[in-house]
C-alpha cells in the first residue's frame, strides 16, 4: 500500500497537471469504490466544481474544491491515478473517472478494487474534512504527520512514552503517527538499530531520539526520490527510485549493508517484517517473550538458502515492474484509428 512518501508523490504530480481544472462530469462504474454517495449522487455533486488545492493527510491525497468539499482518494494496494486525454484507450480496471474542463480525463486504475474516494464538506475554520450529519473531522483519529513542524524530539518522546507494545506494529498504527506503514517502519528501525519486536517502553532518550531522526529522514530522503516502485505504485509522473535505496525491506537473505550478515524476515501483526538480527539486536531480557514469532524466522537459524530467497524476490518485482509498465502503456498509447 501507498505510504506517505509515495502519496505526497503524486500529490504533487497532480498539482502540477490539473489544479486550477474545472470538472465537467464523474462515472463510477463500481459503486463501492465510493465511500459517502452513490455513482450519481458523486458525479451531481462534482459538476462544476474547481479543483483549488490538492494536497495529503496520511496515506490519503485531498482534493479541495469549490464550494467548500474535499474529495479524499484512498490508493490502497492497487490503486493508480492517470491523467489522459479523453480519447485514450478504455482499460477495464479503471472505475472512476473524472472528465475535465479541458478536455482531459483524471482516472483512477485499481485492480483489486480496494481504492476508496470519499466527498466531504471542509471546514471553513480548520480547513479538514468533515463527516457529513455528525460533523467529525475525517482525520480526528490519526497521529501527527511525521514530517510536520510540530513532531520535534520532544513531542515524539511523549507520545512514544504514551504507548505499550512493539515497535513495528506501534510505527504502523496511524493513530500514533499518520502515513508510516510497512516498508519505511522497516527501514526507519533498522536505521536506528532498533529491532522491530522492541517494546516501545523499553527505548532509553538516546534511542528515542535516534528512531526520530530515523524516521524523518528516510521518509524526506523517499519524498525526494518519488517513493518506492516496488509494487503497484505508479504515479502520474512516473515510478520512484527508492527502492533502490532501501536496506532490509524484501532483501531477505542479502547481506545486511553494514554488517553483511543475512536480512531476516519475520512476521509482526500479519505483516512480513525485515531486519538485521546483528545489528538490531532485541534485549535478552525480551527474547523469551517473542521466541514465537522468532522461531519462525527466514532465513531459518541453520541456514535457508538464500539464493531462492532473493530469486523469488526478484520474480516478485520483475512481476510488479511488467504490471506498472503495462499500465502507463494502456493510457499513453496513441488510439488506433
Same mark, same amino acid.
Given at each position: 500500500?501507498?505510504?506517505?512518501?509515495?502519496?505526497?508523490?503524486?500529490?504533487?504530480?497532480?498539482?502540477?497537471?490539473?489544479?486550477?481544472?474545472?470538472?465537467?462530469?464523474?462515472?463510477?462504474?463500481?459503486?463501492?469504490?465510493?465511500?459517502?454517495?452513490?455513482?450519481?449522487?458523486?458525479?451531481?455533486?462534482?459538476?462544476?466544481?474547481?479543483?483549488?488545492?490538492?494536497?495529503?493527510?496520511?496515506?490519503?491525497?485531498?482534493?479541495?474544491?469549490?464550494?467548500?468539499?474535499?474529495?479524499?482518494?484512498?490508493?490502497?494496494?492497487?490503486?493508480?491515478?492517470?491523467?489522459?486525454?479523453?480519447?485514450?484507450?478504455?482499460?477495464?480496471?479503471?472505475?472512476?473517472?473524472?472528465?475535465?474542463?479541458?478536455?482531459?480525463?483524471?482516472?483512477?486504475?485499481?485492480?483489486?478494487?480496494?481504492?476508496?474516494?470519499?466527498?466531504?464538506?471542509?471546514?471553513?475554520?480548520?480547513?479538514?474534512?468533515?463527516?457529513?450529519?455528525?460533523?467529525?473531522?475525517?482525520?480526528?483519529?490519526?497521529?501527527?504527520?511525521?514530517?510536520?513542524?510540530?513532531?520535534?524530539?520532544?513531542?515524539?518522546?511523549?507520545?512514544?512514552?504514551?504507548?505499550?507494545?512493539?515497535?513495528?506494529?506501534?510505527?504502523?498504527?496511524?493513530?500514533?503517527?499518520?502515513?508510516?506503514?510497512?516498508?519505511?517502519?522497516?527501514?526507519?528501525?533498522?536505521?536506528?538499530?532498533?529491532?522491530?519486536?522492541?517494546?516501545?517502553?523499553?527505548?532509553?532518550?538516546? /534511542?528515542?531520539? %535516534?528512531?526520530? +531522526? !530515523?524516521? &524523518?529522514?528516510?521518509?524526506?530522503? $523517499?519524498?525526494?526520490? =518519488?517513493?518506492? #516502485?516496488?509494487?503497484?505504485?505508479?504515479?502520474?509522473?512516473?515510478?520512484?527510485?527508492?527502492?533502490?535505496?532501501?536496506?532490509?525491506?524484501?532483501?531477505?537473505?542479502?547481506?545486511?549493508?553494514?554488517?553483511?550478515?543475512?536480512?531476516?524476515?519475520?512476521?509482526?501483526?500479519?505483516?512480513?517484517?525485515?531486519?538485521?538480527?546483528?545489528?538490531?539486536?532485541?534485549?535478552?531480557?525480551?527474547?523469551?517473550?517473542?521466541?514465537?514469532?522468532?522461531?519462525?524466522?527466514?532465513?531459518?537459524?541453520?541456514?535457508?538458502?538464500?539464493?531462492?530467497?532473493?530469486?523469488?524476490? /526478484?520474480?516478485? %518485482?520483475?512481476? +510488479? !515492474?511488467? &504490471?506498472?509498465?503495462?499500465?502507463? $502503456?494502456?493510457?499513453? =498509447?496513441?488510439? #488506433?484509428?
Amino acid at each position: 500500500m501507498p505510504e506517505l512518501p509515495e502519496v505526497e508523490t503524486v500529490a504533487r504530480d497532480l498539482r502540477g497537471l490539473i489544479l486550477g481544472t474545472g470538472i465537467v462530469d464523474a462515472r463510477c462504474d463500481w459503486p463501492r469504490t465510493l465511500r459517502t454517495h452513490p455513482p450519481d449522487a458523486f458525479a451531481a455533486a462534482l459538476r462544476g466544481r474547481t479543483i483549488e488545492g490538492i494536497g495529503r493527510r496520511a496515506k490519503e491525497l485531498l482534493v479541495e474544491l469549490s464550494g467548500g468539499l474535499i474529495m479524499t482518494i484512498h490508493l490502497k494496494m492497487t490503486g493508480q491515478l492517470f491523467v489522459t486525454p479523453s480519447d485514450a484507450p478504455a482499460d477495464g480496471h479503471v472505475h472512476l473517472v473524472l472528465d475535465l474542463a479541458d478536455g482531459r480525463q483524471l482516472r483512477f486504475r485499481d485492480i483489486r478494487k480496494f481504492g476508496r474516494v470519499g466527498l466531504y464538506r471542509r471546514d471553513e475554520a480548520t480547513g479538514e474534512a468533515l463527516v457529513e450529519g455528525s460533523g467529525a473531522a475525517v482525520f480526528g483519529g490519526h497521529g501527527p504527520e511525521p514530517l510536520g513542524d510540530g513532531l520535534t524530539v520532544s513531542r515524539f518522546r511523549e507520545l512514544l512514552r504514551a504507548r505499550h507494545g512493539r515497535l513495528k506494529p506501534l510505527l504502523m498504527d496511524q493513530t500514533f503517527l499518520a502515513g508510516i506503514g510497512n516498508i519505511y517502519a522497516d527501514e526507519a528501525l533498522w536505521r536506528a538499530r532498533l529491532h522491530p519486536l522492541r517494546g516501545a517502553a523499553s527505548l532509553r532518550p538516546d /534511542e528515542e531520539r %535516534r528512531l526520530h +531522526a !530515523a524516521i &524523518r529522514e528516510i521518509l524526506g530522503e $523517499a519524498v525526494e526520490r =518519488r517513493g518506492s #516502485s516496488v509494487d503497484d505504485y505508479t504515479a502520474p509522473g512516473g515510478d520512484g527510485t527508492m527502492q533502490e535505496r532501501l536496506q532490509v525491506y524484501q532483501r531477505t537473505g542479502e547481506p545486511c549493508p553494514r554488517c553483511a550478515r543475512p536480512i531476516r524476515r519475520i512476521v509482526v501483526s500479519g505483516r512480513a517484517t525485515h531486519f538485521c538480527s546483528w545489528c538490531q539486536r532485541l534485549p535478552v531480557q525480551q527474547q523469551a517473550g517473542a521466541a514465537a514469532i522468532l522461531d519462525r524466522m527466514t532465513p531459518a537459524r541453520n541456514g535457508a538458502p538464500a539464493r531462492d530467497l532473493r530469486t523469488r524476490t /526478484e520474480r516478485t %518485482r520483475s512481476a +510488479a !515492474a511488467t &504490471r506498472r509498465d503495462a499500465a502507463r $502503456a494502456g493510457v499513453s =498509447r496513441p488510439v #488506433s484509428t
